[in-house]
């Protein structure tokens, strides 16, 4: 024997790895064995804060390959239920370590290779996987018990409000409360992207300390918690706390996401010059790439010899692009207005089947018990106030059927709809170091259907 031994401690909850103390005590007492046994090197691995019933432990995964790499002949652990909760996996981590010559002891039990030994050692598997699905169940209750009783199940980080893990329950940052005010006070008159410019012009954080960024801001004015309850259990129930805004407020916010029909950051970026584009210097297509950092770039860059065009970055192109095109409209054909007036009048149309579809199954989960009555009633409030904002949402040809009025629309679609206006138009776009050159086709296309 080379005398390398392994020891194998393990803690299941957050508290207990923050502590360490029965991490330490585990250590300790293995580490005694060890030596008892004839060890002159000891290596630890550890699993602090994950349960026994995950069997993609780090520490275990990394016990197991040393032990396979023959790095170590011999492993030590307290208790069987530190090395395992779960009885298969339990067996399966013992067969493969007997398997490959590696002996497993345990401070608090004596393994015996006979068959009332095996017997003995999988009926401790079978009662630590019991204690495992009692301990759920305890923890489970409990969690129901303190929603009931109005304390936090979870401490969510949240802008505008602090955790307080004593008493569980939320009270109010005042400085964040001002921050996530001022979001919705400029949510009726900006984008969610400009009201991220502002605060972080501004100097102000985000709750982790980092910038704002345009998602993060669509998060808060979509957060029903701000007007007073949280939901806890993934919808099992919910928590009163003090409101931030008022629902007049947080409808007024709602209409205006609703109005601008804006996606937020994470559903992928849409390149407005997409398919319309070409290299003023090659005539080759100029596509857009980037990820965090977009920008438009000749095909041509990537073939030999070199397309000599610059890199050219997206939000300043596409924003030139889109005002040309704008200002081209007021002496667009007469058939440029109606097209855009059907595409507009389909997208109004499609989000609001989505958003019916979306009460409708909000219904269905408060019927079905899976929403309390209060958390049903919060999200009904929002879809309705979305729906009520669509409503009274003038449309293209309400707000007079001439190019001013197209103009305006124009402004406040998203960017597929903008895409969507430059190929009706049938728009082409010459890029190049001099500049940009637009042109518009004769006849528009027809407008593509919105499903």
């Known amino acids: 024997m080379n005398g390398n031994f392994a020891v194998y401690a393990r803690v299941s909850t957050d508290e207990q790895a923050q502590h360490g103390t029965s991490l330490d005590g585990q250590i300790e007492r293995c580490e005694a064995l060890a030596q008892k046994l004839g ?3 000891v290596r630890r691995f550890v699993d602090a804060g994950i349960s026994g019933t995950d069997f993609a432990r780090p520490g275990l995964q990394a016990m197991l390959a040393a032990a396979h790499a023959h790095e170590v002949e011999a492993v030590v652990c307290l208790d069987p239920d530190r090395l395992a909760r779960n009885l298969s996996h339990q067996l399966i981590i013992t067969d493969q370590l007997e398997g490959i010559g590696v ?3 345990f401070v608090q039990f004596e393994r015996r290779p006979t068959p009332d030994g095996r017997l003995l050692y999988a009926i401790r598997g079978a009662i630590a996987e019991f204690e495992a699905h009692k301990i759920r169940e305890r923890t489970r209750q409990g969690k129901q018990q303190r929603l009931r009783e109005g304390k936090a199940v979870t401490g969510t980080q949240i802008l505008g409000y602090i955790y307080d893990r ?3 329950g939320f009270s109010v940052d005042v400085a964040e409360a001002a921050i996530v005010r001022a979001v919705f006070a400029m949510a009726p008159q900006m984008s969610t992207g400009a009201i991220a410019r502002n605060l972080n012009a501004a100097g102000l954080c985000a709750k982790g300390g980092g910038p704002f ?3 993060a801001v669509y998060g808060i004015l979509r957060n029903p918690t701000y007007l007073g309850r ?11 706390l003090p409101a931030l805004v008022s ?3 947080f409808d007024l916010a709602a209409a205006a996401l609703s109005s601008r029909r804006r996606r937020p950051e994470g559903h992928g970026r849409v390149y407005l010059l997409s398919g319309i584009a070409r290299c003023a210097l090659c005539g080759r297509k100029v596509t857009g790439s980037g990820g965090s950092r977009p920008y438009y770039a000749c095909s041509g860059k990537r073939m030999q010899p070199a397309c000599s065009s610059p890199y050219y970055p997206a939000q300043p192109l596409e924003a030139a692009v889109w005002a040309q095109v ?3 409209l007021e002496q667009a054909a007469e058939g440029v207005v109606p097209q855009i007036e059907a595409w507009a009048e389909r997208a109004i149309a499609r989000d609001r089947r989505r958003l019916e579809t979306r009460r409708l199954r909000l219904l269905q989960s408060g019927a079905a018990g899976r929403l309390s009555p209060e958390d049903l009633a919060l999200a009904l409030g929002q879809v309705d106030a979305r729906l009520r904002a669509l409503e009274l949402e003038p449309s293209p040809a309400e707000r007079g059927g001439d190019s001013a009025a197209a103009r305006e629309y124009l402004r406040e679609t998203d960017a597929m709809g903008r895409r969507e206006i430059l190929r009706i138009l049938g728009i082409e776009v010459r890029i190049g170091p001099s500049g940009i050159d637009i042109a518009m086709a004769e006849r528009p296309a027809a407008p593509m259907s919105v499903q």
């Open 247 to 249: 629902r007049e407020t």
């Open 213 to 215: 960024s345009q998602s």
């Open 39 to 41: 060890a002159t090197a």
């Open 166 to 168: 004593r008493r569980k």
């Open 326 to 328: 704008v200002a081209k």
């Open 230 to 240: 949280m939901v806890q259990l993934r919808g099992q129930g919910s928590i009163e």
């Open 103 to 105: 002996e497993l002891h």
